[in-house]
């Protein structure tokens, strides 16, 4: 199912004809015409891993390096490629875990399934599969959680690597509450992370996050041994959960009744900042999101995580209040989450939407599951956006993959309907191929 | 991708063998073991469109009539059909409409695709895509709205009878509020219902529905109308909807002072009673609850619409309180809901559970979408399980349908795990086959 190597990728010139959207600004803050791009009949061409031009057909074709046949996909939407910006890799196998809201389903189920992660061999075969399901659904970047073991984050960045994808990831740090099996400590957390930065950061397209699972399974000395490292190795991202469940935010006060609340916690450590990434928020209050804001630390909205735990409702109206906006980026929260589809996201995440009576439109999402995660991990520059010198990750949507998406396509007006109803009705079929740094890693007629 | 004929069906002699699940009670009101009977190698003989033998293999393979090779699905699920109770075939074209909630919803996007069905071809040729995609998801019943053309209701009947398909459905009646060519008027929206009642009430397997739109689009003289051609006709049912959106509830108040509230105008008109459907019913209150349980009106919960409407949380564990239980079904309420999967609705449905703290399991979500169903609609005698006697809808699921629910599936430990897993990560890919009255009317593989 999965094809290309770094080699044949970087040596790869491609062009690809289709329907174009790509995102110079972000639609929340600024109009529809300064933020989103369309181009009906539009040419893509990428040499070398990275886009070298983009825009429409008849006005690029002159620029078709010779030899080159562009891959036509009529009536298709060409997109950057989707960017999870939240999800456990390991808790793949333990999606639709029956019946419980947050800590009871971490007791019940993932400290259980993690503990496996101590076998490096299914840590590989875990990742393999999850690296072909992501590129199966369109996403060409994710921010993953591995597991305690410094082995389960080789695992994945070695097939991330196999695969060319840009991928951020890191051992997850616990030194309490959870199963001894699953503890590090201080030390040894800040010892494995510091190797495995040394390792994988920067490595091919690779990139590490310091990756504390949540303030209640680590102790002061543990957050603060990852403020250090953080501020030890500039360009690494920080990755955890924040104000996901009222019962955690307790659990928190009580823990950490020193602090003024729950994000004060990782504020306190220096865990905020360009490059941290905070799970959920959902419960964040506005003084919080001030803060997350003038910090530049991103929130990962999650709404089918939410829904399926009964987190509560994430206000992403408040969230990219223009007088204070947040950087966020939708995650699915794989195994909270229920699917891999950054198009079932943008659903959901309307869905949620609707319920704080905020109409969340086509743009606006497209934008939050590519531009907008590129933001939440200060990678704007890089991914993303369809733009000349931005690597090229994108994704070929096919508006005919079923009977009833066809039915309803075949009678949008304009791209903004084309997009809403390809999220909303979208799965992985919705994705007909995927291309990874300009070659194609998945095909779904292959 | 249809098969099947009236003559061909009931001449069948059809056995299946698989995993099969089936209630003989109401899993809300019983324990799990007194409602729910689960064959791990399981055979269903049908004969003439009936189910004559269910059971254990080992125990039952004697009966199978000569010259009959059971088919196998070795590893399958094999479940009574689902029944969706509430739908809007004429919707079918306007699924994922953006941005708004109920009544704009309704004049922006409903009443302008509704117009189209005064085209008799047009009505046909939804009403017959609507079927396939239906059989495509494993739904064996609808109960559905048409528009207010009687035309529109003769081309679901149409389609229905061509595929011997347990259809109930009905014309809608609006006699205000709606733009002038959506209305009918008492006089007429009487006579041309009591029409087709006659032309397809009891003929094969369709049911007609008496289908006031909702309180705000009838006159009190067409729901005075409404009522007592449903005196008129024992049999028939009553499908309309009820207290989706708490602006609807306040209009329904201004236009109905003299009511006690919203289903009070129904109560009034001699609309409550076996056979009654409310869809939604997200905001009754609990005395109104208490006189649906009395008079054995029923509600169709609708997650998915009510999420995407921002309508509001259904409270399930309400509605089937013991000391006062609802009869409830599940809904997919198209155009409004985004699917048309019975599964997608379960998960739906567990998640709104979820948020109003409330674990729906799996042998509950079935329930609610086969004999829950059936029993909503009247019907427990006759559809919605797999006893003998019953009529042989059923649909068969496959936990390998994709490669991440092959993966999870792997793994599971019972069959509440199997189910569960179905409905959260299934669609209708997961529908490897649908037969109705004994007969293949639906094959993915085909």
Redesign the interface.
Known sequence: MTTGSPQTATATTTAVRGTLVRYRNDPFLTSREDAFVHEPDGLLICENGRITAAGDYTALRDRIPPGVTPVHYPGHVISAGFIDTHIHYVQ??I??A????LIDWLNHYTFVEEQRFADGAYARRVAS?FC??LL?NGTTTALTFAAVHPDSADALFEEASRRDMRMVGGKVLMDRNAPDALLDTAQSGYEDSRKLIERWHGKGRNLYAITPRFAPTSTPEQLEAAGQLWKENPGTLVHTHVSENTGEISWVRSLFPERRGYLDVYDHYGLLGDGAVLAHGVHLTGRERDRCAETGTAVSHCPTSN????S?LFHVHDAKDPRHPMKVGLGTDIGAG???SLLSTM?EA??VA????Y?L??VKAFYLATRGGAEALGLEDTIGSLEPGQEADFVILDPEA???LA??TA?VEDI??LL??LA??G??RTVRATYVAGALAHDREA
């Open positions: 793949t196998g999606i639709a029956f019946g419980s809201q599969a072909d399901e199966r829904l399926f735990l009964g509560g229920t699917s891999f659903n309307y869905k609707e319920l704080t009576n109409p439109d086509s079923t009977p009833l039915q309803r009678r903004e309907e809403f109803v909303v009705m799965d992985d």
